[in-house]
């Protein structure tokens, strides 16, 4: 077994959609632990992506032995667009088995609740329903989970937007669930495809504060975090795939990213114009927000790059960010992914 002392997060590329796969360092039984936001693609040719880029990274921390046990803490769709949930029910029949909890690798499911008549997102739902060895929970903001020492916060959809899903016509990006992961001094948002109207509730519930040091409970949960801000993060993975919609200047002030990731396809859907971005994906993209906040060099798009890797030993600032350009459906993907690997822990 290859062990981690990381946070390591794998920005898939799935072309049109979205994947999150989060490596969370070594604790506990079985010492492999995996969280999963997202399961784009919106293609049907890619939708075995999300499903063969985690059999691969299982694979490479397998190494020499075939029988590591892992577990999947979470798998998350942060709202029912196919951009997001695509390659769903092929993850779910790898990964999830109803009829024997030592081959069931899955143990929460979280979705934002939001209510669609999406045939193969119900599927799916059905199929957690019918597997008792999942939790499912409709999360919303403020709710924390601690998985050893790395800890995801749900910073949306705000539970006052979540209540209004069907009666004030919330988009249903805005349902999105937007994490906040954070693993010593090391910060991720991952912002689903949140709009507006969801940023301006978690702008308002996490408001900025300075340090506060004050008694904490045994998990820590009542120290405040290191940064002066609760959404400040090094690494943003950016709302809606970089469409304008989903971006503003008040927001991306307080999250202040040094790096950001788009997850976004390679081929052109609609008209774009920004040089750097051409044909990355069928919506108009913020340009100018993030000429001003975030260096042209720590833009890191998925179509352009590929497989775009952040691995955070607790510090602010990532160790290393690597990129592996194979697609993950390709025979050689595993040799590329484990080529990777330069951690020895
Ligand atoms: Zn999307």
């Keep these: 077994m290859r062990p981690n002392n990381e946070l390591k997060l794998h920005f898939v590329n799935v ?18 632990h995996f969280g999963v936001v997202d399961f784009g693609a919106k293609l049907g040719a890619d939708r075995a992506l999300p ?3 985690m059999q691969a990274l299982i694979d490479v921390r397998r190494d020499t032995d075939p029988t590591l046990d892992y577990v999947i803490d979470f798998v998350c769709v ?14 779910l029949a790898a990964f999830a088995d109803p009829q024997n909890r030592q081959n069931n690798k899955i143990s ?20 957690i329903r019918d597997n008792v ?38 988009n249903r990006n805005n349902a999105s669930v937007v994490l906040r992961i954070k693993f010593r001094n090391s910060y991720a948002i991952i912002a689903g495809d949140a709009q507006f109207a969801s940023w301006g509730k978690t702008t308002e519930e996490f408001p900025r504060q300075r340090r506060i040091e004050f008694f904490s409970d045994a998990l820590g949960f009542a120290a405040r975090e290191d940064t002066s801000d609760q959404l400040k993060c090094n690494v943003l993975r950016v709302s809606h795939h970089g469409s304008k919609h989903g971006t503003s200047l008040e927001y991306l002030e307080r999250v202040d990213p040094d790096h950001v990731v788009i997850p976004a396809g390679s081929q052109p859907w609609y008209t774009q114009n920004i040089p750097e971005w051409v044909g990355y994906f069928p919506h108009r993209l913020t340009d100018t ?10 833009r890191h ?7 775009i890797i952040f691995k955070y030993n607790g510090g602010w600032t990532p160790r290393q960010i690597s990129y592996v350009t194979e697609r993950a459906d390709s025979a050689n993907f595993t040799a590329a992914l484990a080529a990777q690997w330069d951690q020895t822990a």
């Design 15 to 32: 072309n049109h959609g979205d994947c999150t796969i989060i490596e969370f360092p070594d604790f506990g039984s079985p010492a492999v």
């Design 51 to 53: 499903r063969d880029y």
């Design 78 to 91: 942060s709202h029912p667009h196919d951009d997001h949930y695509g390659g769903l029910n092929r993850f």
């Design 108 to 127: 929460r499911y979280w979705d934002c609740g939001f209510w669609t008549t999406a045939s193969r997102y119900n599927q799916a739902l059905a199929t």
């Design 133 to 170: 060895n999942i939790t499912f929970t409709r999360v919303s903001s403020g709710a924390e989970y601690e998985f050893g020492e790395a800890r995801v916060t749900v910073l949306a959809p705000s539970i006052d937007l979540r209540n209004r899903y069907d009666t004030y016509g919330i």
């Design 289 to 298: 927000i993030f000429d001003v906040l975030v260096d042209p060099n720590n």
């Design 301 to 307: 798009v998925t179509g352009a790059r590929g497989n």
